[in-house]
């Protein structure tokens, strides 16, 4: 079975400087999507970066990139000029891309509440 | 605004009560989800509808039942629900399970239950 884990249960920034958040998983798959997700107080969860496991470059999306190491099985988020609408706990998620059933699921790391300071 | 609506946003019930919870979406997706969300924990899957049909049930106790009549509706029904069902529940959808496509969260219901 697919773990995903977030060593960081919180982290602060100070507004307009850069934070990584890390996550690392375990796979025997080879081939695989990862995602982070926000979750302010408002409750939604908001898809911010997703990669394929397949594709080497790394994904970025405005002030936000991942630092995708395959070999390694890290996936951390880095936001970059950070803003107070940054403030959200933060989930990264494993999903198989394999013929079976497995593939509906997201696995979530356990999540990392980030903290922007004014 | 979010693309998955799900009403109501809060619910109050008794251990006796039944209740249902509601979800909607028009973007064409064939894949559709409930998750169990307690507080400061990531979401736990429930059940999953492909194609109006229900393919998953990860084992989530009778007393939740899901239904879904169309391609753009999600229920969930509650009865005798115990007080550590209390929780946020989350709907989601996808343009069909198994593919590359991120999965589309409404803002949940917070249900408690007395």
């Known amino acids: 079975a697919q773990t995903v884990t977030q060593s960081q249960p919180e982290m602060s920034v100070q507004e307009a400087e850069t934070v990584t958040l890390s996550c690392t998983y375990d796979t025997s798959e080879s081939d695989y999507y990862l995602f982070w997700y926000k979750q302010p107080p408002s409750r939604q969860m908001i898809l911010v970066i997703r990669?394929?496991?397949?594709?080497?470059q790394n994904a970025t999306e405005n002030r936000f990139s991942v630092n995708f190491q395959k070999a390694a099985k890290s996936f951390s988020l880095k936001i970059s000029d950070s803003q107070l609408g940054d403030a959200a706990m933060y989930f990264c998620a494993y999903r198989s891309a394999s013929s079976g059933g497995s593939n509906y699921k997201l696995t979530f790391g356990k999540g990392t509440l980030l903290t922007v300071n004014p | 605004d979010t693309e998955v609506t799900q009403t109501p946003k809060h619910l109050v019930m008794g251990m006796t009560n039944k209740k249902s919870l509601k979800c909607e979406q028009h973007m064409g997706h064939r894949a559709m989800y409930w998750y169990k969300q307690k507080a400061k924990k990531p979401p736990e899957l429930m059940f999953v509808y492909s194609y109006e049909k229900l393919s998953i049930n990860e084992s989530v106790p009778s007393r939740f039942s899901p239904e879904c009549p169309n391609s753009s509706l999600l229920n969930l029904h509650l009865h005798a629900l115990q007080p550590e069902d209390s929780a946020l529940y989350l709907c989601?959808?996808?343009?069909?399970?198994?593919?590359?496509?991120?999965?589309?969260f409404g803002d949940g219901t917070r249900l408690s239950i007395l």
């Open positions: 990669q394929e496991a397949y594709k080497q």
């Open positions: 989601a959808s996808s343009q069909q399970r198994g593919f590359n496509q991120p999965q589309h």
